[in-house]
């Protein structure tokens, strides 16, 4: 092990997760591991870097302020492999690049990826679109939870919840961009975001993180990770953020109905009882009791008049058992995985209270119009998954390796809405969704030379979908509770995913790529028990993917560059109705088939050392995203499309600028923005441009780390989703209604490292 002028590096960590060693003075170590064993370099003052151990290079040089592309191993997916070396177009963000104070939560790396947003309306960022593709909102009543983007933390899918993603524990981020169903099953579509947690260490190690910021904030965690005994090692980890929301509630005179409250505990265990056998149990509770009160009939985006407090809860128990086999000349891989998420969304449904709707222009009265002017929306969903995937990796020969599996996945998810729900037709609604999954995929790789790599793979998928929906509305002569007509259905989808790579190296520094692959997502059933009975079921959507990049590393440099064109076939939008102008609550969702469209665009990474102090992250992403002409399937007068989906901007960057004053300073800056987006699918309001700063300056001190951070330092007051429809008081119509991202903050964040 060797630092850049080549000088051996003594005392360095060398370690799996049940065993390891340090280097020797010449920088020199060996111990006994099996060829697939993920190996991690680390030691104080250096970035840590990981190696697969059959593909560990003579020479491992570590970089006080960097990792190459190809010293950055991509974890998930059927198998690891070197970042350089991939044929797909992947964002890593690895834990030494997570910056103390300002990166707390996945919503804060967004913004250093091309071409992935997210739509808000939820305490913390849920729906995330990749290249424009991705869903915007999940009410209950516009279709089951079947996603085009997947969101996997340790191996357990919540895709649908990615409230969840704090990253202080996190070992690295994976952003997986274009179509990854034949890899990755249902809900990728778009792509995959994988995270994952910091794995077991067999010694002592550890951190302890406490912060203050604006508005009432403060985080505090704890991580500690030890041997148990021979080949055995744990980790656990507690965290918590609390922030009061930077909302004020001028009715209540409350300043956290938009709080948030999050508490995570992580416990993993690492055990290798022989050496042909592993296996990692993770196991989290997530508890997180967020308030949600973030829009006002006036659009100020940061006061709120109403009278009834909106939440955004979740409690999430999970636990995943990976166990890897190597034995008979192959890889034996199982992953177990379960999930209990229990979610509860609410909000007031008028935005005001009496008071606020008695002045001008309202001017509403009770006593005169019968009613107050006062509705609420409460949905509560509880969503079990189990699913299993069971892979053989074999190497045929020296030029052919195959990956073959078999995955099985059982969802249930139970939804019940109560409030004053389409107009007035239905007091709540109760459904159920139970989704099977089972598909077969088999990845065959052959070094067709010794610079050139073929990759061929494919999916068959099985979808089930059974759905039993019920509810209740009022007979309004006796006002008394009557059932709705209810709904008992199933529907089969199979469907197939494809992928075929070839990359080549041109030399030592530069390899090119070229992919082509087909993604799918699987139809659905609208649970709005008033839509026509032809759009209460809709089909799946298809896409084809062509891919071409490059990536280049040499010296000061390095650089991947990807473009892309896909073609959408039967696409899947969600609509907007309102049944009753007179009601806000009567504005509702649902999901339809359209006409094609397509999506093409251009992304590219850089990472540039000036010098030894002063490195450049330079990201982008161009994209043009088209939907063509379409009728609305409730009212065919109505065409929309023609234009750019909802949530799609033209281009988005980020550029962050690291300096490092010896080795105890460091400072950073990053400017990051993205052009206007529409907010929804059939309306014509749009975003802003917009540009926010972060910065942040630490300094090192022996094994503490003080940092003080800024958060859109310069206040721009951006938008982050919209609606358009009439609030049904006043005389306003139909307007449109905005909610904000989060303003100027700042903090001071104090870690201590064993």
Same mark, same amino acid.
């Given at each position: 092990?060797?630092?850049?002028?080549?000088?051996?590096?003594?005392?360095?960590?060398?370690?799996?997760?049940?065993?390891?060693?340090?280097?020797?003075?010449?920088?020199?170590?060996?111990?006994?591991?099996?060829?697939?064993?993920?190996?991690?370099?680390?030691?104080?003052?250096?970035?840590?870097?990981?190696?697969?151990?059959?593909?560990?290079?003579?020479?491992?040089?570590?970089?006080?302020?960097?990792?190459?592309?190809?010293?950055?191993?991509?974890?998930?997916?059927?198998?690891?492999?070197?970042?350089?070396?991939?044929?797909?177009?992947?964002?890593?963000?690895?834990?030494?690049?997570?910056?103390?104070?300002?990166?707390?939560?996945?919503?804060?790396?967004?913004?250093?990826?091309?071409?992935?947003?997210?739509?808000?309306?939820?305490?913390?960022?849920?729906?995330?679109?990749?290249?424009?593709?991705?869903?915007?909102?999940?009410?209950?009543?516009?279709?089951?939870?079947?996603?085009?983007?997947?969101?996997?933390?340790?191996?357990?899918?919540?895709?649908?919840?990615?409230?969840?993603?704090?990253?202080?524990?996190?070992?690295?981020?994976?952003?997986?961009?274009?179509?990854?169903?034949?890899?990755?099953?249902?809900?990728?579509?778009?792509?995959?975001?994988?995270?994952?947690?910091?794995?077991?260490?067999?010694?002592?190690?550890?951190?302890?993180?406490?912060?203050?910021?604006?508005?009432?904030?403060?985080?505090?965690?704890?991580?500690?990770?030890?041997?148990?005994?021979?080949?055995?090692?744990?980790?656990?980890?507690?965290?918590?953020?609390?922030?009061?929301?930077?909302?004020?509630?001028?009715?209540?005179? !409350?300043?956290?109905?938009?709080?948030?409250?999050?508490?995570?505990?992580?416990?993993?265990?690492?055990?290798?009882?022989?050496? +042909?056998?592993?296996? &990692?149990?993770?196991?989290?509770?997530?508890?997180?009791?967020?308030?949600?009160?973030?829009?006002?009939?006036?659009?100020?985006?940061?006061?709120?008049?109403?009278?009834?407090?909106?939440?955004?809860?979740?409690?999430?128990?999970?636990?995943?058992?990976?166990?890897?086999?190597?034995?008979?000349?192959?890889?034996?891989?199982?992953?177990?995985?379960?999930?209990?998420?229990?979610?509860?969304?609410?909000?007031?449904?008028? +935005?005001?209270?009496?008071?606020?709707?008695?002045?001008?222009?309202?001017?509403?009265?009770?006593?005169?119009?019968?009613?107050?002017?006062?509705?609420?929306?409460?949905?509560?969903?509880?969503?079990?998954?189990?699913?299993?995937?069971?892979?053989?990796?074999?190497?045929?020969?020296?030029?052919?390796?195959?990956?073959?599996?078999?995955?099985?996945?059982?969802?249930?998810?139970?939804?019940?809405?109560?409030?004053?729900?389409?107009?007035?037709?239905?007091?709540?609604?109760?459904?159920?969704?139970?989704?099977?999954?089972?598909?077969?995929?088999?990845?065959?790789?052959? &070094?067709?030379?010794?610079?050139?790599?073929?990759?061929?793979?494919?999916?068959?998928? /099985?979808? &089930?979908?059974?759905?039993?929906?019920?509810?209740?509305?009022?007979?309004?002569?006796?006002?008394?509770?009557?059932?709705?007509?209810?709904?008992?259905?199933?529907?089969?989808?199979?469907?197939?995913?494809? /992928?075929?790579?070839?990359?080549?190296?041109?030399?030592?520094? !530069?390899?090119?790529?070229?992919?082509?692959?087909?993604?799918?997502?699987?139809?659905?059933?609208?649970?709005?028990?008033?839509?026509?009975?032809? /759009?209460?079921?809709?089909?799946?959507?298809?896409?084809?993917?062509?891919?071409?990049?490059?990536?280049?590393?040499?010296?000061?440099?390095?650089?991947?560059?990807?473009?892309?064109?896909?073609?959408?076939?039967?696409?899947?939008?969600?609509?907007?109705?309102?049944?009753?102008?007179?009601?806000?609550?009567?504005?509702?969702?649902?999901?339809?088939?359209?006409?094609?469209?397509?999506?093409?665009?251009?992304?590219?990474?850089?990472?540039?050392?000036?010098?030894?102090?002063?490195?450049?992250?330079?990201?982008?992403?161009?994209?043009?995203?088209?939907?063509?002409?379409?009728?609305?399937?409730?009212?065919?007068?109505?065409?929309?499309?023609?234009?750019?989906?909802?949530?799609?901007?033209?281009?988005?960057?980020?550029?962050?600028?690291?300096?490092?004053?010896?080795?105890?300073?460091?400072?950073?800056?990053?400017s990051s923005g993205m052009d206007e987006f529409y907010f929804e699918d059939q309306y014509y309001p749009k975003s802003q441009y917009y540009n926010i700063f972060n910065s942040s300056i630490s300094l090192k001190h022996n094994k503490w780390?003080?940092?003080?951070?800024?958060?859109?330092? !310069?206040?721009?007051?951006?938008?982050?989703?919209?609606?358009?429809?009439?609030?049904?008081?006043?005389?306003?119509?139909?307007?449109?209604?905005?909610?904000?991202? &989060?303003?100027?903050?700042?903090?001071?964040?104090?870690?201590?490292?064993?």
């Amino acid at each position: 092990v060797v630092d850049a002028n080549n000088n051996p590096i003594e005392n360095v960590n060398v370690y799996t997760d049940t065993k390891g060693i340090t280097t020797d003075e010449n920088g020199l170590f060996e111990f006994s591991v099996n060829k697939q064993d993920f190996i991690t370099f680390s030691h104080i003052g250096y970035k840590q870097i990981d190696f697969i151990a059959e593909h560990i290079p003579h020479n491992i040089l570590l970089d006080k302020h960097i990792i190459p592309s190809n010293q950055i191993l991509v974890k998930s997916g059927l198998s690891p492999h070197n970042l350089r070396e991939s044929s797909n177009s992947i964002s890593v963000i690895s834990q030494s690049e997570f910056r103390s104070g300002n990166d707390e939560h996945f919503q804060d790396l967004i913004s250093q990826i091309p071409n992935i947003t997210y739509a808000s309306a939820t305490s913390r960022p849920r729906y995330i679109l990749i290249r424009g593709i991705g869903e915007i909102s999940q009410f209950a009543g516009e279709g089951p939870p079947n996603y085009s983007v997947g969101y996997i933390i340790d191996d357990v899918d919540y895709s649908g919840i990615g409230s969840i993603g704090a990253a202080f524990d996190m070992e690295q981020l994976e952003v997986y961009k274009g179509p990854q169903t034949y890899a990755f099953g249902p809900n990728a579509m778009a792509g995959v975001i994988n995270m994952q947690s910091l794995n077991p260490t067999p010694f002592r190690s550890g951190k302890t993180e406490i912060g203050v910021n604006s508005d009432q904030g403060n985080t505090i965690g704890v991580t500690f990770s030890n041997s148990l005994y021979r080949n055995a090692a744990f980790r656990i980890t507690a965290y918590r953020n609390y922030t009061d929301g930077f909302i004020d509630n001028k009715y209540r005179k !409350l300043t956290d109905t938009n709080k948030q409250d999050e508490q995570y505990l992580r416990i993993k265990l690492k055990w290798e009882p022989i050496s +042909w056998l592993n296996m &990692k149990l993770t196991n989290l509770l997530g508890i997180m009791k967020n308030g949600y009160d973030t829009w006002a009939p006036d659009n100020n985006g940061r006061i709120t008049y109403t009278d009834y407090q909106g939440k955004d809860e979740i409690t999430t128990r999970s636990f995943s058992l990976r166990t890897n086999l190597q034995k008979f000349n192959s890889d034996i891989i199982s992953i177990l995985s379960y999930s209990d998420n229990e979610i509860n969304y609410a909000f007031d449904g008028d +935005w005001g209270n009496p008071e606020y709707w008695a002045e001008s222009p309202y001017n509403w009265n009770p006593e005169i119009e019968g009613y107050a002017w006062a509705f609420t929306d409460n949905t509560v969903r509880n969503r079990e998954t189990i699913s299993h995937d069971l892979r053989v990796l074999k190497s045929i020969n020296d030029k052919n390796r195959i990956i073959s599996g078999i995955y099985i996945k059982m969802l249930t998810e139970t939804d019940l809405r109560e409030g004053w729900l389409f107009g007035g037709q239905a007091t709540d609604i109760s459904t159920e969704f139970k989704i099977n999954t089972i598909s077969l995929y088999i990845n065959n790789i052959t &070094k067709l030379t010794k610079q050139t790599e073929l990759n061929i793979g494919t999916r068959l998928n /099985q979808t &089930k979908i059974f759905y039993d929906g019920t509810g209740n509305t009022l007979d309004y002569t006796t006002w008394e509770s009557i059932p709705i007509a209810s709904l008992d259905t199933s529907i089969t989808t199979e469907m197939i995913g494809i /992928q075929s790579s070839i990359k080549s190296w041109i030399n030592d520094d !530069l390899h090119v790529f070229t992919s082509f692959s087909r993604g799918y997502k699987a139809g659905g059933i609208n649970q709005n028990p008033y839509l026509v009975e032809t /759009q209460r079921i809709y089909d799946p959507e298809y896409n084809l993917n062509v891919s071409v990049g490059f990536g280049y590393q040499k010296d000061k440099i390095d650089a991947l560059f990807t473009v892309f064109y896909m073609k959408r076939y039967n696409q899947q939008v969600r609509l907007s109705f309102q049944a009753n102008t007179d009601d806000p609550l009567s504005f509702d969702f649902f999901t339809a088939n359209v006409a094609e469209g397509f999506n093409s665009g251009i992304e590219t990474s850089i990472k540039y050392r000036l010098n030894n102090n002063l490195i450049l992250n330079m990201n982008a992403g161009l994209l043009k995203n088209h939907v063509k002409s379409y009728t609305n399937p409730i009212d065919p007068s109505y065409v929309y499309g023609n234009r750019e989906p909802a949530h799609s901007p033209a281009f988005s960057y980020s550029i962050i600028i690291n300096y490092f004053l010896g080795e105890r300073i460091h400072f950073s800056i990053e400017s990051s923005g993205m052009d206007e987006f529409y907010f929804e699918d059939q309306y014509y309001p749009k975003s802003q441009y917009y540009n926010i700063f972060n910065s942040s300056i630490s300094l090192k001190h022996n094994k503490w780390d003080f940092t003080v951070w800024g958060k859109n330092i !310069l206040d721009e007051k951006y938008a982050t989703k919209g609606y358009y429809f009439d609030l049904g008081i006043g005389d306003a119509g139909e307007k449109s209604y905005k909610m904000y991202g &989060k303003p100027a903050h700042y903090g001071l964040t104090v870690q201590y490292t064993l």
